[in-house]
């Protein structure tokens, strides 16, 4: 599965913004997929995904009660709604699949992705 992450920019504290992650070549219906992030200078860290079942999402503390993860089947595409965003959501935020784990278990360590888009820049001013 190819994927090809979009709708990174520059945003103002407190604003908001809608990330994409378009999948061509295979369904995402069966994988497993989530984002995570990579700020200058630090290691990349989790940010949000889900199962292969799709029933169970996991969010990194940083980002819960402002991140929503989802997904359209039909479009072929998983999302994540950013709200109330922080100088520190400053990152190049990338998605990534897998359809080697099993069905009802999120999994945060990145590691266990097998495919990953490009990245996309989300820059946060304060």
């Known amino acids: 599965v190819q994927l090809q992450a979009s709708g990174g920019g520059l945003v103002q504290a407190g604003g908001s913004l809608r990330l994409s992650c378009a999948a061509s070549?295979?369904?995402?219906?069966?994988?497993?997929m989530g984002w995570f992030r990579q700020a200058p200078g630090k290691e990349r860290e989790f940010v949000a995904a889900?199962?292969?079942?799709?029933?169970?999402?996991s969010y990194a503390d940083s980002v819960k009660e402002r991140f929503t993860i989802s997904k359209d089947n039909a479009k072929n595409t998983m999302y994540v709604q950013m709200n109330s965003l922080k100088p520190e959501d400053t990152a190049v935020y990338y998605c990534?699949?897998?359809?080697?784990?099993?069905?009802?278990?999120?999994?945060?360590?990145?590691?266990?992705?097998?495919?990953w888009g490009q990245g996309t820049l989300v820059t946060v001013s304060s």
């Open positions: 070549g295979r369904t995402i219906s069966n994988y497993a």
């Open positions: 889900f199962s292969r079942s799709g029933g169970a999402t």
């Open positions: 990534a699949a897998t359809d080697k784990v099993p069905y009802h278990i999120v999994y945060r360590m990145g590691n266990v992705y097998d495919y």
